[in-house]
């Protein structure tokens, strides 16, 4: 990918930092109630019921929530690496539609939209901090890391809350545990990429598990073909060697002695033994 833009993280970082508005409201409303409420009974959106005297300021929170989380999402997009990033930032736009839906219909007035709004944000927010975390890994493996822990964590407290598995935490305690994960998660990625896009032109990567091992493959397969061609080119030197003549320096062959004997025996033929002034006789 291209450069970076600074101001536009800066803008996305802020946005995903300001999330945490949501506890602070979400305190305010609480303290500023009459009536009993407990975090770890009641849930997140009956503070935004109409019997609530801050339910207007809970449910504003809401869509405020959802304007920064999506936001935050389209302005980091250009720091986000990898095949993740898309999906990251599709994910997190569902959630953010979930979170407004939640504070636009309140749980007593349109309750079939209420639940679908908070299932689509509990359930989009635990994956989209899964694969935020793959986007963000090749920037920094420990915040790669932290965040892969934390999807995971609210993703199985998505599924303990929607099969009422909430006998340890409360009704109010494990909706927290799955809810408050994204805007942690949030608060921490945006300065967190601020921080590295501004120090760094470009994240470090090395070789995917993939590329690896196409390289050890690919690695060995050359040491086979170099193997290989030495020991072809081992063959074809014995073999002319033995097509190659005898030099001189290789001795006489095994023929070599008796055609020497007969052209001996011939020039002692060839003298007259009566006259030992004569030459050779001609045939």
């Known amino acids: 990918m291209g450069r970076v833009p600074r101001k536009r993280i800066a803008g996305g970082a802020l946005a995903w930092v300001l999330t945490l508005q949501f506890f602070v409201v979400e305190t305010i409303v609480q303290l500023r109630s009459p009536l009993p409420y407990s975090r770890s009974a009641d849930v997140i959106s009956a503070l935004g019921d109409a019997t609530r005297p801050g339910a207007a300021l809970m449910n504003t929170s809401f869509v405020v929530q959802a304007a920064l989380i999506g936001a935050g999402a389209v302005a980091l997009l250009p ?79 998505t599924v303990f809350y929607g099969a009422g598995v909430v006998e340890l935490l409360g009704e109010g305690g494990t909706e927290r545990a799955a809810a408050y994960v994204l805007p942690l998660a949030l608060a921490l990625t945006g300065p967190s990429l601020w921080w590295l896009t501004r120090t760094r032109r470009e994240p470090v990567t090395g070789p995917t598990r993939r590329q690896r091992r196409a390289a050890e493959r690919e690695e060995e397969r050359l040491a086979r073909a170099r193997r290989s061609a030495e ?53």
Do not use: N, Q
């Not at 002319?240 to 002692?268: F, K, M, Q, V």
């Open 231 to 283: 020991r072809d080119d081992a063959l074809e030197a014995a073999a002319r060697r033995r097509e190659s003549p005898r030099t001189a320096a290789d001795g006489p062959r095994d023929g070599d002695d008796d055609a020497h004997d007969d052209a001996h025996d011939d020039l002692h033929d060839d003298l007259d033994p009566d006259d030992p002034w004569a030459g050779p006789r001609r045939r």
């Open 79 to 157: 720091a986000l690496r990898g095949r993740a990033a898309r999906p990251a930032v599709g994910l997190l736009g569902a959630a953010a539609l979930g979170v407004l839906l939640v504070g636009v219909f309140p749980r007593l007035t349109s309750p079939a939209l209420h639940t679908a709004g908070a299932v689509l944000y509990l359930v989009a927010g635990g994956l989209g901090v899964i694969a935020l975390a793959y986007a963000v890994r090749p920037w920094s493996e420990a915040l790669g890391t932290t965040l892969a822990l934390g999807g995971l964590f609210a993703t199985a407290m």
